[in-house]
Nanobody, 114 residues
Framework: QLQLVGSGGGLVQPGGSLRLSCVAC????????LSWSRHAPGKEREWVAV????????NYADSVKCRFTISRDNAKNTVYLQMNSLKPEDTAVYYC???????WGQGTQVTVSS
């Protein structure tokens, strides 16, 4: 059964950092490119970052470029999102997903507020 479970979110002050994790099961993790997206209340879902199957390539939305870093550990079936210099506008529920389908697993809430 396909599962994608995010964790690591929380409340952080502006300028702070968080590291999100997303553990996957139910498919061959190393064969899929993965992405992080976010959904804030009252806003459209926004794509944040993508990483290739080996982790050797990645791309970012302009809104997070140079602040966020996506990575993966295929041995642990886990994709990460390191978020630095957080801003209030980064507040959202963050989800990881495969790039080949529209399955949204369990997200993790990130709140940036003083």
């Amino acid at each position: 059964q396909l599962q994608l479970v995010g964790s690591g979110g929380g409340l952080v002050q502006p300028g702070g950092s968080l590291r999100l994790s997303c553990v996957a099961c139910g498919f061959t993790f190393s064969k899929y490119a993965l992405s992080w997206s976010r959904h804030a209340p009252g806003k459209e879902r926004e794509w944040v970052a993508v990483i290739g199957i080996t982790g050797g390539s990645s791309n970012y939305a302009d809104s997070v470029k140079c602040r966020f870093t996506i990575s993966r550990d295929n041995a642990k079936n886990t994709v990460y999102l390191q978020m630095n210099s957080l801003k209030p506008e980064d507040t959202a529920v963050y989800y990881c997903k495969r790039t080949t389908d529209n399955y949204w697993g369990q997200g993790t809430q990130v709140t940036v507020s003083s």
